[in-house]
């Protein structure tokens, strides 16, 4: 069927993702279903995109290094800004 040729198509000519490939047989499904009003049928033999391995993301010692005065700023501004407002609330008794 051309619905299989053109899913396959997307994986291996155009080399799109593997969620691009869904959203265009799912563009088709609903296209199909709800506006011609037809049937598609078991859809056999495509072609599926790959999806990428997912690797995990591990940070050098000098990216480690720059983000811990960042947070003991950030912890500081946030314990100063608490103080303040217990401060001011204080004073206005």
């Known amino acids: 069927m051309e619905i299989a040729a053109f899913l396959s198509s997307l994986a291996s000519e155009s080399r799109v993702s ?3 490939q869904n959203q265009a047989f799912n ?3 609903f296209l199909y279903q709800q506006v011609l009003q ?4 078991l859809i056999e033999g495509v072609v599926r995109a790959k999806r990428p391995s997912r690797l995990p993301v591990l940070l050098s010692g000098i990216e ?9 700023a950030t912890r500081y501004l946030n ?3 608490t103080y303040l407002k217990s401060f001011a609330a204080f004073r206005a008794r």
Do not use: D, E, N, Y
């Open 18 to 20: 593997a969620s691009t």
């Open 27 to 29: 563009a088709l499904l």
């Open 38 to 41: 037809k049937k598609i049928g």
């Open 64 to 72: 480690q290094g720059w983000r811990g005065p960042t947070l003991m």
């Open 79 to 81: 314990s100063s800004q």
